[in-house]
């Protein structure tokens, strides 16, 4: 069984937002299987309403993470170019750099689950390394 990551110190010091690489799903809620599969892992969330990233997102965030090379291509489209190195996919802060793939045409939504809690582990580790240093 895989060690878990504790929290990160201060964690109130950290904003963290969501934002869709297109306009398909802005103003919708999640879709019912992130739900379902929240609900089964006793994970608490509220209504949540899709936005599109912006360009200024570039300059109001440290880190800017999408699922899959699409989404990176996506957001370099809008940002224009990335010359802060802000702009990942989120499995690349693990061992197995890949893109995660979509629940909403793979309909597995447990697989999903498994490869973002990877890579938030991965983020984290990542940024425990940075506030080592502080």
């Known amino acids: ?12 010091d950290f904003y963290i937002e969501s934002a869709a690489t297109s306009n398909e799903e802005s103003g919708h809620d999640m879709h ?4 379902t599969c929240l609900n089964k892992h006793g994970i ?3 209504r949540h309403c899709a936005r599109r990233i912006t360009k200024s997102d570039y300059d109001n965030f440290d880190y800017i993470i999408g699922m899959e090379d699409c989404h990176v291509n996506s957001m370099l489209r ?10 990942y996919r989120l499995l690349d802060f693990t061992s ?3 893109n995660i793939a979509d629940p909403y045409y793979s309909g597995d939504f447990e697989l999903t ?10 983020l984290i580790l990542k940024l425990q390394g ?3 240093g502080l």
């Open 1 to 12: 069984m895989k060690n878990k990551v504790s929290v990160l110190p201060n964690a109130q």
């Open 32 to 35: 019912y299987g992130s739900r």
């Open 44 to 46: 608490p969330y509220e």
């Open 78 to 87: 809008v940002f224009g170019d990335d010359p802060k190195h802000k702009v």
């Open 96 to 98: 197995n750099p890949h």
């Open 113 to 122: 689950f498994k490869e973002i809690n990877e890579g938030l582990d991965g």
């Open 130 to 132: 940075l506030i080592v």
